[in-house]
């Protein structure tokens, strides 16, 4: 199956894009990415490669190494535009997160969002996670006015997880960690018809991640074809339950 993944050209998360990444072509998919001008060769955040404070808070040792294999992968530096996706061809569309500033490209696209309004509507597999989640609450549905999202269950990244990055590193690195003055939980809330019944925060963890053979402190929500994860200690159990679904609307 053809699963497309939009990037912005630099900032996006190594974990939320490498980790789906190497799921998805090692279960035999093809994985096509798109960026805003064709050819890009996109870049993670580097300090998630680095270390984002003093050697810590970036992205894992196995998902750095995932990232490093998909640098060389063909597709990775063979991008498409945003402007020229027929999103027909594609069987499924994941949308990644990041919060440095170089994320807000993809995350305000009026470009990308009409792609993705033109997917939601085609009634195929859907993955967000973490800040990828604004994208769809930022796509509306030219039928009800109102977010694609608005009548689904989903969840994005906590309010609480964003508050804590920030405060903890602003005397360092400034706004790093708030790629918008609004929450991302709280523009995520704003977009859903019934806030209270329909946005689920998940347990409460700052450190403790999912891994790829422990989803103990791992969180999805997953909502008929759409799912959704919180930040990337969810990426392996989000990558694994988005197979599941390829397969299931495969075999539908």
Known sequence: MRVLIPLPDRDFDVTEVAVPWRELTRAGHEVVFATERAGTRPAADPRLLTGVLFGQLGAAAEPRRFY????SAPEFTA???WADLDVSGFDGLVLPGGHAPGMRQYLGSPELRDQVRKFWALGRPVGAICHGVLVLARTVDPATGRSVLSGR????LPKYMERTAYFTTAWRLGRYYRTYPAY???EVRTALADPAGRFERG???????????????????EDGTYLSARWPGDAYLFARKYLDL???CRAA
């Open 246 to 248: 390829l397969d299931r």
């Open 79 to 81: 991008t498409v535009a």
């Open 68 to 71: 490093e294999q998909l640098t």
């Open 184 to 186: 991302v939980e709280d």
């Open 153 to 156: 269950r989903t969840t994005c």
């Open 203 to 221: 347990p409460r963890t700052l450190t403790r991640r999912g891994t790829a053979t422990d989803d103990a402190h791992a969180f999805v929500v």
